[in-house]
């Protein structure tokens, strides 16, 4: 039989794990971290202390850094997203608008500079619009009428509502 380990001794593992990634990225930033990677280091030796104190006994030298993954600031609150797409769409009075088009909408409604922005966050907000542009079509919310000819970008509309049963 196996030993389960508990929720409060994993949870701590894992934000060790974190921590010590975080204070590796800070010690190789300038001077101006200097503040952060002490309340860095300060959270870690609370860790260090607390799973001295934990029945099971953990090796902290056996806990590799992990990185954590950033959020994916791009998506916004819940239906932020969505709104967004299909208040560029109205914007566009009913005029079918390419991918890229709907993608440069969402990044100025969000603040971001297009240009400015990494090719990694570049691609992962035109996905997170892809695959919404690809679920409102689903649920009936968006049309993509026309593909171009030889072209990757899908143009979409929004679709007409349809009439009510009577």
Known sequence: MTNRIPSSLKWLIDKRARLEHEMGRLRRLPGEAEVLLQEVEGALAAIDHALKLHDIRVNVRNIRPVRSTPPNEHKGVYG????????ALK???GQPMSTTAIVMCVAAERGFNVKRMTLLRRKRLRESVRYRLKNLRKAGLLVSPTKLEGKRDT???LARPRPLPS
Do not use: N, Y
């Not at 932020?80 to 299909?86: A, C, F, P």
């Open 80 to 87: 932020e997203l969505s709104r967004t797409i299909i208040g």
């Open 91 to 93: 914007a566009h009075e």
């Open 155 to 157: 143009r979409w509309a």
